[in-house]
């Protein structure tokens, strides 16, 4: 007892403890944004920096898609939200918002990167 004393009260920090959680909801602690492949972090940077850019080609996507798109990014003036409010406020499964999400992305990108391979 005494030591689980001395713990909170020197406010002692592991690097398991939680911190937040991520888009998803998921409880997210400093070793896993420690462990995350630098790749990932850099590509997400990435993806919202171009999102704005790439609005122009959203008219490929069906109307699911974009709202799918629109609600998780925040776009449109709306604000950003989870799969899991997304799923919510559509009534479809979370797993499926992000289904629909990876698709409307490669969608865009590809519409996008070979326009700019164009231009």
Same mark, same amino acid.
Do not use: C
């Given at each position: 007892?005494?030591?689980?004393? !001395?713990?909170? %009260?020197?406010?002692?920090?592991s690097l398991h403890d939680p911190i937040g959680q991520d888009k998803? *909801?998921?409880?997210i602690s400093l070793i896993d944004i420690l462990e995350a492949e630098?790749?990932?972090?850099?590509?997400?940077?990435? !993806?919202?920096?171009?999102?704005e850019k790439m609005q122009d080609y959203f008219s490929i996507l069906?109307?699911?898609?974009?709202?799918?798109?629109?609600?998780?990014? *925040? !776009?449109?003036?709306?604000?950003?939200?989870?799969?899991?409010?997304?799923?919510?406020? !559509?009534?479809?499964?979370?797993? #499926? %918002?992000?289904?629909?999400?990876?698709?409307?992305?490669?969608?865009?990108?590809?519409?996008? #990167?070979?326009?700019?391979?164009? *231009?």
């Amino acid at each position: 007892m005494h030591l689980r004393a !001395l713990k909170k %009260v020197k406010k002692d920090v592991s690097l398991h403890d939680p911190i937040g959680q991520d888009k998803e *909801g998921n409880e997210i602690s400093l070793i896993d944004i420690l462990e995350a492949e630098s790749e990932n972090v850099i590509e997400y940077i990435q !993806l919202n920096m171009e999102i704005e850019k790439m609005q122009d080609y959203f008219s490929i996507l069906d109307k699911r898609e974009k709202e799918v798109i629109i609600y998780r990014y *925040g !776009l449109n003036d709306k604000q950003e939200m989870t799969q899991r409010e997304i799923a919510k406020k !559509l009534n479809i499964s979370r797993s #499926y %918002v992000s289904r629909i999400e990876k698709r409307a992305l490669m969608k865009v990108f590809h519409e996008y #990167y070979r326009n700019e391979r164009k *231009g």
